[in-house]
């Protein structure tokens, strides 16, 4: 068994649903469900014995100790992230909290159970933990990307608290041995994507027929990474990776955030046109976010030299996947939109709860 946090998330619970589909290997999911967290994601794995759901939070060191003594997981994947800009800006705290303190009570009980583990056991148990290129901040247009030794210059409160915890993750492998291993991912775009984020955004407000905002001049870029490609390369990190080590995950696609916008749209009228005009004439430009970083760039050279993994996903092919899940799934995000997702959550949760203490 592995354990995974945050995987009722958008990248957590794409890569428990990629999991169970590919291996007999269960997994225990341990999940808060704040506003992002959504078990409808995983409902396909409802009644599965593989996988395992607790809903705890990382902060909670005791908690997290008892469920690695009692499920007696080989590894754990560390998804659990307060992740959106625009929302650390807004109000850091939760960032500070989950992503640093979190992290860290996760590291402790990790510690303390890895510690406890016989002598083969204790070898080959590991703890991936998952972060992103924006701890490495912004790069110019002539700046070559970012590698593993790329130094740390986080320019927003989430980035800086990933970058925090991606130190103290660094920390625990060379201070106790804890057999630590680091991702650092460029953005990942793909199915179950909260839609406060600019490509899942940009899908529902077209077909909605609202604005299309785009911050400043829209020519931000950042690499693309197609979620399902992001799932495999943890995998092989996970299985292949070495102790101590960091590996940048990257989709090999740079385009500027308006580039984007216009391929959505373009996507969108020939996928599902408007009755008139086209979804380009909804793109409104809007003052720039505070601290924005220009320009992100994963070189992903590493993993594929040493551990052999390299995208699948060419940006044209994830992105007219994305769409056709976005099309073909009005209701989860009309859920989402409207916050009706949070009370299937609890009332599902809590009759899930009632019946395993019943049996």
């Known amino acids: 068994m592995i354990l995974v946090t945050g995987g009722a998330g958008f990248i957590g619970s794409n890569f428990v649903l990629d999991w169970v589909a590919q291996s007999d290997e269960a997994v225990l999911n341990v999940d808060k469900l704040s506003y992002a967290g959504n078990l409808r994601n995983l409902s396909a794995l409802q009644g599965d014995e593989r996988h395992v759901f607790v809903r705890e939070d990382i902060c909670d060191q005791d908690a997290i100790a008892a469920l690695l003594n009692k499920y007696k997981p080989r590894a754990i994947v560390h998804f659990a992230a307060e992740s959106h800009v625009d929302r650390s800006i807004r109000g850091p705290r939760d960032f500070i909290n989950t992503n640093i303190n979190g992290t860290f009570s996760l590291l402790e009980a990790a510690r303390g159970y890895w510690s406890e583990l016989p002598g083969q056991e204790q070898r080959d148990f590991r703890f991936l933990h998952v972060s992103t290129d924006e701890v490495?901040?912004?790069?110019?247009?002539?700046?070559?990307?970012?590698?593993?030794?790329?130094?740390?210059?986080?320019?927003?409160?989430?980035?800086?608290?990933?970058?925090?915890?991606?130190h103290l993750v660094r920390s625990y492998h060379h201070t106790y041995g804890l057999p630590t291993l680091t991702t650092n991912c460029s953005n990942n775009y793909g199915p179950y994507h909260f839609p406060e984020k600019l490509i899942p955004l940009i899908i529902t407000n077209a077909r909605a027929g609202k604005s299309l905002p785009i911050y400043g001049d829209g020519q931000q870029v950042r690499d693309w990474l197609y979620v399902g490609d992001h799932c495999a390369a943890i995998r092989c990190v996970l299985d292949k990776g070495m102790p101590g080590e960091v590996y940048n995950i990257g989709g090999w696609n740079e385009k500027a955030n308006l580039d984007v916008v216009h391929i959505l749209c373009d996507m969108l009228d020939r996928m599902d046109p408007k009755k008139s005009g086209s979804y380009r004439d909804q793109i409104t430009f809007v003052t720039d976010r505070p601290g924005h970083d220009r320009r992100y760039a994963i070189d992903a050279s590493k993993i594929e030299r040493e551990l052999g993994w390299r995208p699948v996903e060419t940006f044209e092919t994830g992105i007219e996947r994305?769409?056709?899940w976005y099309l073909a799934h009005q209701d989860w995000v009309a859920d989402v939109q409207s916050g009706d997702y949070l009370k299937w959550i609890e009332t599902n949760y809590n009759q899930r709860m009632a019946e395993k203490e019943s049996a």
Do not use: R
């Not at 700046?143 to 790329?150: G, N, V």
């Open 322 to 324: 994305t769409v056709q």
């Open 136 to 166: 490495y901040g912004s790069l110019s247009a002539g700046d070559a990307s970012f590698t593993e030794t790329t130094a740390y210059a986080p320019n927003s409160p989430y980035s800086a608290s990933k970058a925090a915890s991606d």
